[in-house]
């Protein structure tokens, strides 16, 4: 918390001009803290199973891309999904909230990333399923996979291809 004093000193404006030089400083830093490729203002609240580890290894991709996330573990994933209203041909093993976006599955870092760059006007995104080579579904193949996004609706679009 920055305090301004009314005494002499602050008075005469040297003191007080250094003050805001140095808020002004603060700001700046914050700023382009905040526009930084690995800093986002929304964490990643994701809700999984407690035995699930691809889900694990999910979380572990976001975080090596930069985003602070919050694991919970849920006995019933349904009814995450559908208090989030993931629809049923999306769905995949876990469920998380991205600022005012669902993120379903096992997307990419980087495509949250866009979806947090872009903002379209959609309720979230998903990669259906347990596509091998997906992150968090590394293996010994890669299967092609699409990562969609999706609004209130369910209407879907491909966001991109993998």
Not at 18 to 37: N, W, Y
Not at 78 to 87: A, D, E, I, Y
Request: charged share 20%; net charge positive; glycine share 8%.
């Amino acid at each position: 918390m920055i305090r301004l004093e009314t005494s002499k000193s602050y008075r005469n404006g040297y003191r007080a001009g250094k003050i805001c030089h140095s808020f002004k400083s603060l700001l700046l830093l914050l700023a382009a803290l905040t526009l930084s490729t690995h800093s986002f203002a929304a964490d990643v609240i994701v809700y999984k199973s407690p035995t699930c580890g691809c889900c694990n290894d999910w979380v572990k991709h976001l975080q090596q891309n930069g985003f602070s996330v919050q694991a919970h573990d849920r006995s019933d994933m349904q009814l995450v999904k559908r208090t989030l209203n993931v629809p049923q041909g999306l769905q995949s093993c876990h469920t998380a909230v991205v600022g005012d976006y669902v993120v379903e599955g096992h997307v990419p870092a980087k495509e949250i990333v866009r979806l947090l760059r872009e903002k379209p006007a959609v309720k979230g995104i998903s990669v259906p399923g347990m596509p091998m080579g997906s992150p968090g579904m590394e293996g010994p193949r890669k299967d092609n996979y699409d990562v969609l996004i999706f609004d209130e609706k369910g209407k879907t679009e491909v966001y991109s291809r993998y």
